[in-house]
């Protein structure tokens, strides 16, 4: 057999990337739609359309599996958080509960209330969970222009995160879009009110 040329393994890897991508978004929807008791390594591997050995080869373990999908899947909405104009603070109150409601927090949900009960995955959620909330936070004071410096702000930006993980918990047994809306415009108010420099 000769030498594998450089473009030949191109579209290998491109494959195995492709793959890997599959898992896990695949992963990331198992979990939201049918729960942790409900996501193996099969059901996931079936859903991306691969062999539970393909997913077997790029996420040895189960706990491999998800904590990779859900730190995935947080850092492609941090990406698109990142893009966000940072002159509008309505619009970054919104965008940043916005992160809080859907699939991916409910995935993440999920994750959490399996790692509460399950010891070998309880340390790998809680460092990841630090490593998006601390991302979260750098995202958040970035785009809110916030003086981290003054008294407060701090406190500030992390108050209105944590109002937005309570504001994607209520949404997740009904659609409570409207009561949102109005509690984000409050929201916007207050953040508007305490981080401005004469505040």
Not at 128 to 149: Q, Y
């Amino acid at each position: 057999m000769g030498v594998v040329s450089p473009t030949a393994k191109e579209p290998k890897q491109d494959r195995s990337r492709v793959t890997r991508q599959r898992l896990l978004e695949a992963a990331v929807a198992c979990l939201a739609e049918v729960g942790w008791a409900g996501s193996t390594v099969s059901v996931v591997a079936e859903r991306a359309g691969v062999s539970r050995g393909a997913a077997q080869h790029h996420f040895p373990t189960r706990e491999d599996l998800f904590t990779a999908a859900v730190e995935y899947v947080s850092e492609e909405r941090s990406q698109a958080l990142r893009t966000l104009p940072t002159q509008d603070r309505t619009a970054v109150v919104a965008a940043l509960v916005d992160l809080y409601i859907g699939p991916l927090f409910r995935a993440a949900l999920q994750l959490w209330v399996a790692a509460s009960n399950e010891e070998q995955l309880r340390a790998r959620v809680t460092e990841l969970e630090a490593k998006v909330g601390r991302e979260t936070h750098r995202i958040a004071v970035r785009l809110l222009n916030a003086d981290e410096s003054r008294p407060g702000v701090r406190e500030t930006v992390q108050g209105l995160l944590d109002m937005a993980r309570g504001l994607g918990l209520a949404n997740l047994l009904t659609d409570d879009a409207a009561r949102r809306q109005r509690v984000v415009t409050q929201w916007a108010a207050l953040i508007e009110e305490g981080l401005s420099q004469d505040g």
